[in-house]
């Protein structure tokens, strides 16, 4: 079985992933296979423990999972993946942890900017990272993942080692593998001084599109998933 096969897939504690009996699930997890996708009872699930460790179960009712194949392990890719984002208006900071979910980031940094706009202080910044906490998971879980991908909390620019996206700067590489994207009002000199620079193309981007372009250049690389040549591919 490929885990794209299963019916659905969700993630349990790491224990739990180990049992030859039955698999116990988060209620809203079970309330989810039951109610929204309607699993019918021997419906085939992919469980993970979001450390790379996965399993096939079959659903059935009262909100538990029986075991029915080996505990696997899935390969994890090299290097891990980071890109960092400033904040933004309204929902964009959750569509854009799903996206970068689905598209393999392994961690996600919020970061606390000098010209950010949005600002997440105190009990609200809490609130927001646990937010986007539960939007990773719910994406890692569509998107088949076997790793749960970290979301820090908000963290200062300074305190994350990294290239900052910006206009002008080097082509983007997997020896860089953290990319850090600006507020709308750019990054202030201070922020940008030392640091190293990385292009994400000749236009100027919204943020939310600054941290996709990243995430997919930085996943291509790692997968392979383009083919390069010298002379170009019209030459």
Do not use: N, Y
């Not at 393999?104 to 600002?119: C, F, N, Q, W, Y």
């Amino acid at each position: 079985m490929e885990l794209r096969d299963s019916a659905a897939h969700v993630f349990v504690v790491p224990d739990a992933l180990d049992s030859e009996d039955s698999i116990a699930l988060d209620p809203t997890d079970a309330h989810h296979l039951e109610r929204v996708l309607r699993l019918r009872a021997g419906e085939v699930v992919s469980v993970s423990d979001g450390r790379g460790r996965w399993r096939p179960a079959r659903w059935v009712s009262g909100g538990a999972l029986a075991p029915c194949g080996a505990v696997q392990g899935a390969e994890s890719a090299q290097p891990p993946l980071t890109v960092g984002f400033t904040p933004v208006k309204g929902d964009r900071p959750e569509w854009m942890v799903q996206k970068l979910t689905e598209l393999g980031v392994d961690r996600i940094v919020p970061l606390r900017a000098a010209r950010s706009v949005v600002r997440w202080e105190g009990d609200r910044a809490g609130a927001q990272v646990d937010r986007l906490r539960r939007v990773a998971r719910e994406a890692a879980m569509q998107s088949r993942r076997c790793t749960l991908p970290v979301v820090d909390d908000l963290t200062d620019v300074g305190a994350v080692p990294g290239a900052l996206a910006e206009l002008g700067g080097a082509p983007i590489s997997l020896e860089q593998p953290t990319v850090l994207i600006g507020p709308e009002g750019g990054w202030s000199p201070a922020e940008t001084e030392g640091r190293a620079h990385v292009s994400l193309g000749p236009l100027v981007l919204r943020a939310e599109t600054a941290a996709m372009a990243a995430a997919v250049l930085l996943g291509a690389l790692r997968f392979h998933t383009v083919v390069t040549s010298e002379r170009g591919p019209w030459s």
